[in-house]
Structures are given as C-alpha cells and as structure tokens.
C-alpha cells in the first residue's frame, strides 16, 4: 500500500535507524515549511530506543519497502 502526503498521517510505520534498527513510530503530522528536505514528523514513544521523541523524516514512495528506510504499516482482519 502506497501512501502519501496528509494520507500518511496517524499511521503506524516501522523507521529504519543504522545503529537501533526497525524501529515503530506513528506520523504525527506533515513537515513543517523550516525542515526543508523532509515530508512529515514521525513521533517515537518512550520504550523506543530513541525515547520519546519526533523526528524529521522523508517518507517518499522510492524509499518505501523492505530494502527501503520505511514500512507503513496495515491492520489485517483475519478471516476464519
């Protein structure tokens, strides 16, 4: 699933970080206009191992995917 711009935000995305790996944060809103280069705000919560914290992130399309920086991720329902 591919999704961009205001449609990202409040959904729950796995980040890739080098030294701390996949870790789970939720966009919280788009970029503001002084973070050039970027497209949204990601929000980590405490038991990240970042903290609680909100990054600058660029969640484009290309870098979307397994071998990408960022996973969005999707409920499922499970058929029985």
Not at 3 to 10: F, K, S
Not at 13 to 33: A, K, Q
Not at 42 to 68: F, H, I, K, M, N
């Amino acid at each position: 699933e591919v999704r961009r711009g205001r449609a990202l935000v409040g959904r729950h995305i796995l980040y890739w970080w080098p030294d701390e790996g996949w870790l789970l944060g939720r966009v919280s809103r788009l970029r503001s206009t002084h973070w050039q280069g970027f497209s949204h705000v990601v929000a980590y919560g405490p038991t990240s191992a970042l903290g609680r914290c909100e990054v600058a992130s660029q969640l484009d399309p290309p870098s979307q995917g397994p071998s990408g920086r960022w996973l969005l991720l999707t409920r499922t329902r499970l058929c029985e």
